[in-house]
Structures are given as C-alpha cells and as structure tokens.
C-alpha cells in the first residue's frame, strides 16, 4: 500500500476485501466491472489484481480489475466512465510496482485521452447507446418525436383491442425464474432463426444470465391470452439500467410489439427513478426512435517507454487496425440512413451482406448444434 497526502493506493492479488463488491458497483453503476460478471469470465482467485485509489477522506476515485497476460497488464473493467487523471495515476502504480509489464490495455472504457510520459494509442473502439432518463413518463413521452408519439399509440390502442386482455408484467431479481428468462431467450432465437441468422444466446450465455438476473435483474415481459409474447431483460446497477436481451414473437409483428415491449420496459426504469437506460451496442431504428444516442467507447493501449513500443510492434499493429475497421463501420452507420443515393446504396448493399452472412451462419449453426458465441466490441 502506498500512501500519498492526498491519495491512498492499494493493490489486492486474488484475494479482495468483502466491501469490493459494493463498492464497484456504487462506483460504476455497470455490470461490465463487477465482480459478479467477472467471475463468469475468468478465475478471480489467480493472478487477477484489484487496484484501488482512494481520497484522503477514504472515498474511492478508482478500482480496477487488471491481469497479467505476459508482458501486457491488461484491465477487465468495461463500459465505465474515467478520468484522464485516474487513467494515468493507475499506469505510474503499475509500470512503478510491475518491473515486467510494457503495455497497460483498457478497454471500452468512456475516458478521455490523458497525457503521459509514455507512449500510447487511443481510438474509439465501441458504442453503447444511451438514453438519459427523465423525471417522468409524461416529460419523456412529450420528448419524442411526434411520429413516434403516433407510432405507439397507434400500436398500442390496436393491440389493447384486439386482444383486450393483454398485460404488462414486471419481475425483479431473486423473483425472476429459470422459465422466465428462458422464454425471452426462445422468443429471441426464433426471431433469429426467422432471419437464418444464430443467436449468440446458448446455454452457457444462459446460466451466466440467470445468475446475474437473479443479482441485478429486473424483467419486463407482455403476456396475451395468458402466454408470453414479449420481454426484455435488465440488468438495474444503481440508477442505471441496462438491456441484455429483447425479443417478441414474430405473430405480433404488426402490432410493433418488439418496439411497444422496449418503450414499456423504460416507462417502469423512469417511474422507478432511473438515470440513464444502457440499450448497448447495435444501432438499430427502434432505438434511435426511443432517443438512444450513440456514446462512444475507448481502447486505450499505454507503452513503458518507446522501446517497448517497438518491442511489442504486433499489439500496436493490431490496435491501429481495430481503429481503422471501428472508424469505417462508424461511418457506414451514419450514413446507412440518410435519405439520399448513397444511403440507399448502403442499405442495398447491407441488406445483400447480412442475407449472405445469416444464412452462412445459420448452416454452420445448424451443422455444429450450437450458436454463434459472437460479442460486440
């Protein structure tokens, strides 16, 4: 432990302090840095540091989950908002205390491009889109736009009509069934399967979630005559929520209902006092026409000294090309919807590759009996 006027730093190996938990998640508000979602992904128990920078009052400024993979400290935390300050306090205690480290990668991390003595690359490498809560669902209802306004109350009334006994149900955490969760997970496959696309949802995929719906979960689902026909699942850190998964059945196409489950879901995180909801990666319409907006993400690679640059020239090869590919999928994206000739270009040319692409997958799905293990970022 090292110990500053102002700052306290503590670097724990494999075994954590009880409070660590909590505190990553009172500090983030994210299930991409708690422990809970770590411990899915690899053995916390072995060769994994917590690195932790806390104010002279003993507030927490910092923690970082980080490994060691070789030569590379590589930090496990995502989606999580820092400070170019905490970006740098954490590469000093490292390339201090680390005799053997040479690179420091984060990942998908919200953080401005701190200035360091050390060379270092930095690009945006994901998205997550966000729509920031408001006070109430009628300040969030009056927000949308006017079409949108029509588009669900025209669904809704419509759905309300013809099938009078439809309803909307909540659950939370500990109450969220095995069935539950599994239902949603169907009614998304089958959706996929009608695209001759995989899901990536197998049943590894599924056990990790059960677990942290059971944590952290909170799920919305529609059920006419009695049987399910919509859900989204949830994970709630704090006031933030975030979208793990969401899916309808295709028999309910021309209610909306995929579009009708979503805006549901976030009028019951705005009237539990919500923040922000996390829709994550993809940026599909039905999202834009809820007011996600695109925050993009970063890969911040940090070098010892410029000979370890070179020394490790492959990994920055790698990161200049994951920055090239990121830049030009995010231009494809801007432009794939704008009403002119080369969006419509975009769009035919998109609409070519994902029938080829789905149908190449959904054969190698059906060959090997699982689904595609594909993640974003």
Known sequence: MNSGSLITISD???????????????????????????????????????????????????ALLWRREGHVARVLNEQIGLAAQEVGRFAQHVFSTQEDIDVIELHAVHAERPRLPFPAQHFDCAEDIVLPLPESVEAYRASLGKSTRSYLCRYMNKLRRDYPDMRHEVIERENISEDQVRRIVALNHARMQGRHRASYIDDAEVTRMLD???????????????????????????DHYFLQVIAHDCAFNDYGLGTLCCYLAICECIARGGEEYHFLWGRYPYKVRLLGRQRKLQHIALYRDRTRFALHGRLAAANAWRALRFRNHDWLLDHLHQPDLLGASLRAAAQGARAVRGMLQFSRAGEHGAGSHQKAG
Do not use: W
Request: proline residues 3%; contains cysteine; aromatic residues 8%.
């Open 12 to 62: 724990f190996e494999n075994n954590f302090p009880d409070e660590l938990e909590r505190e990553l998640e009172n500090l983030y508000h994210n299930p991409f840095a708690t422990l809970a979602h770590h411990r899915h992904y690899c053995d916390l128990r072995r060769g994994v540091h917590a690195y932790v920078a806390r104010s002279a009052k003993g507030d927490m400024l910092a």
């Open 212 to 238: 942290m719906t059971r944590r952290y979960g909170l799920l919305t689902q529609v059920r006419i005559d009695g049987r399910v026909c919509a859900g989204a699942i949830q994970l709630q850190i704090g």
